[in-house]
């Protein structure tokens, strides 16, 4: 399994932007899929954003246009960018990967991210 190890949460005031990268244990070259979810207290885990082997990126529509998940295979590591943030994206963020489509996933222990004035 891979190890995954989540940073760059904090607080950030509505509009602010963070940026949580997700570094692995190993290469992640030839891993099928990466990627974040997230959940808020009192709900469900919510999926944000994949990144495909050959680039391809899906979004949550909740966060299409403000967030933008990319991959570095040499650093072996997925970020998250976020902008705009507002409160309602506040929530612990954790990532995944998936070495083949029907893997089981692997997950880091997650990234609190709190937006609030």
């Known amino acids: 399994q891979v190890q995954l190890v989540e940073s760059g949460g904090g607080l950030v005031q509505p509009g602010g932007s963070l940026r949580l990268s997700c570094a692995a244990s190993?290469?992640?070259?030839?891993?099928?899929?990466m990627g974040w979810y997230r959940q808020a207290p009192g709900k469900e885990r919510e999926f944000i954003a994949a990144i495909i082997t050959g680039g391809i990126r899906n979004y949550a529509d909740s966060v299409k246009g403000r967030f933008t998940i990319s991959r570095d295979n040499v650093k072996n590591t997925v970020y998250l960018q976020m902008n705009s943030l507002k409160p309602e994206d506040t929530a612990v963020y954790s990532c995944?990967?998936?070495?083949?489509?029907?893997?089981?996933?692997?997950w880091g222990q997650g990234a609190q991210v709190t937006v609030s004035s």
């Open positions: 995944y990967a998936r070495r083949t489509a029907v893997a089981n996933a692997s």
């Open positions: 190993g290469s992640i070259a030839s891993i099928y899929a």
